[in-house]
């Protein structure tokens, strides 16, 4: 186990990462400790930077964004920087990664309908910041997972 966390963090982080809105009060019946510990231990988790927020899960395919993609850049080392800050401003990019191999990133994007996915790949990712892309739409999610590795 991690030498920042305990058997105590740990249990709040699963329980947490079953609920996220569980009050103090509730994590701490949960686990079978004082309140009080509960949020000194997650206002500690908080601080090592272990635990970064409470966010919603939110189902984009239900509010008509059904074209789910993932694309893989190729870009030149020096347009990263460029690329990055174009990526940032794009509320339909969701997620941003860096990698080795043979591409340098993979994003993930959303949008309501396939032009809009077109006029982004023809229009943001402009051939002065990418030497290459290659799109990959996605058919049907089989899981998508935000709860505690262990």
Known sequence: M????????????????RN????????????????GT???????LEEKGILCGFQPVINY????????????????RESHEELDKVLKKNKNVKSIYRTTGD????????????EDLYKFL????NDKIIKRSKTYVVLDKW?????LLE
């Open 38 to 44: 509960v949020q000194h231990r997650i206002q500690k």
């Open 61 to 76: 395919n239900r509010l008509g964004y059904d074209v789910d993609a993932i694309v893989a850049l190729e870009t030149p």
């Open 2 to 17: 991690n030498k920042q966390i305990d058997d105590t963090d740990m249990a709040i982080l699963r329980a947490l990462s």
């Open 143 to 147: 899981r998508s997972d935000t709860k």
């Open 103 to 114: 591409v340098d990133m993979f994003i993930r994007v959303q949008f309501k309908e396939p």
């Open 122 to 125: 023809m229009n943001d990712l």
């Open 20 to 35: 996220a809105r569980a009050s103090y009060r509730e994590v701490a019946n949960e686990i079978k400790a004082a309140v």
